[in-house]
Structures are given as C-alpha cells and as structure tokens.
C-alpha cells in the first residue's frame, strides 16, 4: 500500500479540478488531482465548445448569464489560445414564439449581455446556411472554445508549478476522523494497488459523480443528471455560433470546431451515468429540429455524435431539466459535520475558472492561506504539446516543416510522428497511460471522416516500433481504440458514413482477422 500525503486533494480531472490544480498551484499551495480515467473524461471531454455570451440564458436564468457574461470576457484575455472569438448570432424563424424575440434585447440589456439586432439580409449575409424563414436575428458575443485544449493546459501548467496529477486513480472511500477526513482510499485503476492519501483538505471535483463522491463520505447532495447528445458535421458550416432565438429547447446550437461543427443538444433525464450515450431517436430528433434553422442539416454527412451528462445541482422541478439553473454549487460539508471537504460541480465550462476561484478561495481561507487569486488575469500558459488537440494546427506545421521523414500517421488531420512524439511525451509527464486512446484524445487523430479506420493501425505499428507497446498488445489497443468511436458512429449509419464504416469494417475484421 502506497501512502502519499498534500495539502489538497483535489477529485476530478475534468476542467473544474484541472483549473482548481492550477489556481491552488499560483498561490503556492501544494495539491494533488486524481482522476479515476484519463484527463477530461467526464462532461469537460464531451461537450459543445460554447464559450457563452450568456444571451442563452437571459430569459430563464439571469444568474447563469450574468456568470457566463463575465467569465466569457475573462477567458477570451486569459486563455486566447483556446478560444476562436467567432462572434455569435440568434436566430429565429417562422413559428417561433414572438414574445420571447420581443423580449429578447431587454433580457440580455439586464443580463450585461451585449446584443446588436441584424437586418434579416444581413444575417444570411453573415451566414448564408441560415434559413429564409428567418424572422429575426441578433449579434452576441458567443465564441468557441477547445475543452480539450483548455483542460490540458490547466493540467500542464499546474504540473510544472509543482502540482501532482495522478489520471487512472479512482477515490474508492474515505477514512473518516472526528470532524472530518482523516485520508481517502484510492486504487490505481491499472495495477490495481490500493493508495491512501492524506491530506488537510479534500476538493471533490467529481462533476456529475459529485454525489457519488459525497456519498463516499457518508453525505448527501441532491443531483439529477441531464444527457446531452451532439452530431458531428464532416465540415465547417458556419463562421459564427448560431443560436436558435426561443426558449431553450433540443438541437439549438451550431458551434464551429475548427474544420468542424457541433451541433445539438437534447436534455434527457437519465437515472444511471453508464447510460450516457447518443441514442437513435434523439439523433432523428436534432437533425429535425435543427434543419428548421439551417435547412443544409437535413442532406449533411455527420461523421459521429457524442454524448455527455450535466450535473444539475437543487433539483427543484421534476419534470423539466431545461429549467433547473445552470449556475454552480460550491457546498462547505463543515455545516454537515465534515470540516475539510468541499464539493464543487454544475456551472458550465465558461465558468470554471470562476469556480476554481471559489472553491480556492474557501480551501484557502480553511488552511489559513492568504495568496490571493491571479487566474483572471494571468494568462494561461499556451503551446506545449496540448497544442495538438486545436484542429488544423497539425497540417500547417507539417507543411511548413517540409520534412521528408515525418511520415504522416493521420491522413485526414495529417498528424505526423513527430506530434505523435511529442504527445506521448505529455502523457508521460502526465502520468497517463500511452496507448492510441490518450493519443487520440490529446491530438486529432480518430476524429477526421475515416474515425481511425487507417490511422489507428499506422499508429498502433508506430507505437510498437518505438517499443511503447508489446508485440502482442497492438490489436489489443486497436480494438479498445474503434470500440471506444463506435458509440458514437452507430447512431449515424447511413449514406457516405455508412459505406465508410462498410469499409472500416472489411479491412479491420476482414484484412486484420480483429473481430470488433
Ligand atoms: C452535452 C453537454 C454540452 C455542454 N455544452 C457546454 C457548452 O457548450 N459550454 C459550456 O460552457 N458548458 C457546456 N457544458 C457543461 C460543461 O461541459 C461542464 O459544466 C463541465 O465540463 C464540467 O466540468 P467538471 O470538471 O466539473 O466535470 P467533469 O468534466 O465531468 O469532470 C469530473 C471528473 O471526475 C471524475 N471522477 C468521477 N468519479 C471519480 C472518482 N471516484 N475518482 C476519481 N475521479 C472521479 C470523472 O471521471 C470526470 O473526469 C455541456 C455539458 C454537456 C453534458
């Protein structure tokens, strides 16, 4: 049994834990993040990449808006790297409920949302996919946002100011004392050898797991959890955001990923988190929905979707998830007889670094340390080999490098070794496992129309060249690698996706004799 002791124990290795690390870590407090999977496996690896304006949620929950309205402007300073300010439109077309566009500009003037009306000319001018059913349009300022790179900048820079990250380590109890934890009990999730750690303060950053975690310690948090679904277009088809101008409902957003768009999302009450995946009927449903915004969705070829849950703290209406506020909780268990665990979960990912904040701030005040907060306004660190997660990057560089013997082991995105190289590097550092599933979740590869039908096999021969995977272990990790991708293709079988799946199918069980 290994024993490890910190000051800050910090659960959860999504974009709250990895922002809390980095925080605790500028002012000099010394942490540990766990994470029962890789980094940003959770909702902060399975979301939309909208950085809010906030004008999403004017009408229902000002809050949230105002949260989103300030943190957005923070994070377009202080994480640039991560973000392309695209700008954002709302737009609403025939049959749309009236009221609410009426509304709309007075809703966000409250809010502190900046919002400018547009000609209907204009706006298809600005976006030509928009419908010509268009009633209404108005300029905010939504942007994107690359979660992966976020999440892995945050853990970088914590890592290099001295923080201890540990991916693959689940939190299995806790050792209580008198007024508190005395150490929490984990398991390495590959070894399978058991880890205590002691520590003055325990984070639980466990997003939706939240009360799985609090319930560790003999607490209880109210929490229901909303399933979100999203598509995956083959290409980019719109510069901006858009936004469908109506109360929230499935399959209102557009955001631009790059070479890519996401589009969704649906909000489905779900009663176990393994459930978590996209389901037929809610794919049918977004297309619909969403083709009455931007008619080209109906004949596009989607190359995969994607689901991720969202934590929904105070559950106060039963029926309804898209009513239940999107802010975030930050609960002291001090008040339930547990003086130094905190838990934080809800929010979004816009306002994570606020959350971090918070949550900092409290752990802070409860260990008597006075360094002040500097995330909003010291930028984070950029570049590093989390650079690789931007689409895009990879074959600008390889272009430019012009090196014969960089040999290109994904053609879609067009990732070279070398960015293979460095990957692998950055998972060392990270304590990660290296195998085609971390590489494909720190870089491109897997996610270009193929979805790893050719480069999951040059890749799995790279790696075992290098000697970083045994002989045997290459079909092995294949295999993992497509199974882990087919959740997501299965809901979206049909036309060029389907003969592209024919063919995946045919060379990896056919050609390769790996049964999937
Ligand atoms: C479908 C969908 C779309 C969204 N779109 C947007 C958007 O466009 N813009 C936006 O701002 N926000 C969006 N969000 C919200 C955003 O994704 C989340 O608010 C944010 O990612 C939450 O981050 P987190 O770190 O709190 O939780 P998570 O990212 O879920 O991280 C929690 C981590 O804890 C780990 N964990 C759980 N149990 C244990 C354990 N026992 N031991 C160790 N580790 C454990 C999990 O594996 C997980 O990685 C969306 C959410 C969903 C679901």
């Given at each position: 049994?290994?024993?490890l002791?910190?000051?800050?124990l910090i659960?959860g290795?999504g974009?709250t834990?990895?922002g809390?690390?980095r ?24 979301n939309?990449?909208?950085?809010h ?8 929950d000002?809050q949230a808006?105002?949260?989103c ?11 640039a ?11 609403a ?24 009306p ?39 820079e914590?890592?290099?100011l ?18 508190g934890?005395?150490?929490?009990l984990?398991?390495d999730m ?5 880890l205590t750690?002691?520590a ?17 310690a003999?607490?209880e948090?109210p ?7 999203l ?18 409902a499935?399959a ?5 990923g ?19 995946r ?8 977004i297309i ?6 931007v ?11 994607y ?24 609960v ?29 701030d409290?752990?802070?005040a409860?260990?008597?340390?006075a360094a002040a907060c500097r995330?909003?306004v010291?930028?984070l ?7 690789w997660?931007?689409?895009g ?5 390889w272009?430019k ?23 692998v590097?950055?998972i ?70 389907l003969v592209?799946?024919?063919?995946q ?12």
């Amino acid at each position: 049994m290994t024993l490890l002791k910190t000051q800050v124990l910090i659960i959860g290795g999504g974009a709250t834990g990895a922002g809390l690390a980095r925080d605790l870590s500028l002012r000099g407090v010394p942490c540990l993040l766990v994470e029962r999977g890789d980094i940003a496996a959770g909702a902060s690896g399975a979301n939309h990449g909208l950085l809010h304006s906030g004008a999403r949620y004017v009408a229902k929950d000002p809050q949230a808006a105002m949260e989103c309205a300030v943190e957005g402007a923070i994070l377009k300073k202080v994480a640039a790297g991560c973000i392309e300010d695209t700008g954002g439109l709302f737009a609403a077309v025939a049959g749309d409920d009236e009221r609410y566009v009426a509304d709309f500009p007075s809703h966000c003037h409250t809010c502190g949302v900046a919002c400018e009306p547009l000609a209907l000319g204009e706006a298809r001018e600005m976006e030509p996919v928009l419908s010509e059913k268009l009633i209404a349009a108005f300029k905010v300022p939504d942007a994107a946002i690359d979660p992966f790179k976020l999440v892995f900048e945050n853990i970088d820079e914590a890592l290099s100011l001295g923080a201890d990250v540990r991916p693959h380590t689940r939190l299995t109890g806790f050792r209580r004392c008198r007024r508190g934890l005395e150490a929490a009990l984990l398991r390495d999730m590959q070894s399978g050898a058991a880890l205590t750690v002691e520590a003055a303060q325990f984070v639980n950053a466990a997003g939706a797991w939240a009360a799985e975690v609090a319930a560790l310690a003999g607490l209880e948090i109210p929490m229901l959890y909303s399933k979100g679904s999203l598509l995956v277009t083959e290409r980019r088809l719109a510069r901006r955001v858009i936004n469908r101008l109506r109360s929230s409902a499935d399959a209102d957003i557009l955001v631009p990923g790059g070479t890519v768009s996401l589009l969704g999302t649906t909000s489905v009450r779900l009663d176990r988190l393994e459930d978590c995946r996209p389901t037929i009927p809610e794919i049918d449903r977004i297309i619909d929905a969403a083709s009455k915004m931007v008619p080209v969705l109906a004949a596009t070829r989607f190359i995969r979707a994607y689901a991720g849950v969202r934590p929904l703290v105070g559950a106060k209406t039963p029926h309804d998830d898209r009513a239940v506020s999107r802010g975030f909780a930050l609960v002291d268990h001090a008040a339930e007889g547990c003086d130094n665990l905190v838990t934080i979960t809800g929010g979004k990912l816009t306002t994570y670094r606020k959350m971090a904040e918070k949550t900092a701030d409290l752990v802070c005040a409860k260990l008597g340390v006075a360094a002040a907060c500097r995330t909003a306004v010291q930028p984070l660190a950029s570049g590093g080999a989390s650079r690789w997660a931007a689409p895009g990057l990879a074959p600008r560089l390889w272009l430019k490098a012009q090196d014969p013997d960089d040999l290109l082991l994904c053609e879609c995105e067009m990732v070279p070794q070398s960015a293979v190289d460095e990957i692998v590097d950055a998972i060392r550092r990270q304590k990660a496992v290296v195998d085609i599933r971390a590489i494909g979740l720190r870089s491109r590869i897997g996610k270009g129309t193929c979805q790893g039908a050719f480069c999951a096999v040059r890749l799995a021969a790279y790696l075992c060249d290098r000697g970083l995977l045994g002989a045997g272990d290459g079909p092995a990790d294949i295999r993992a690698f497509l199974a882990s991708r087919w959740k997501g293709l299965r809901p979206v079988l049909w036309g060029r996706s389907l003969v592209q799946e024919e063919l995946q199918e045919a060379l990896h069980c056919g050609l390769f004799g790996l049964e999937l």
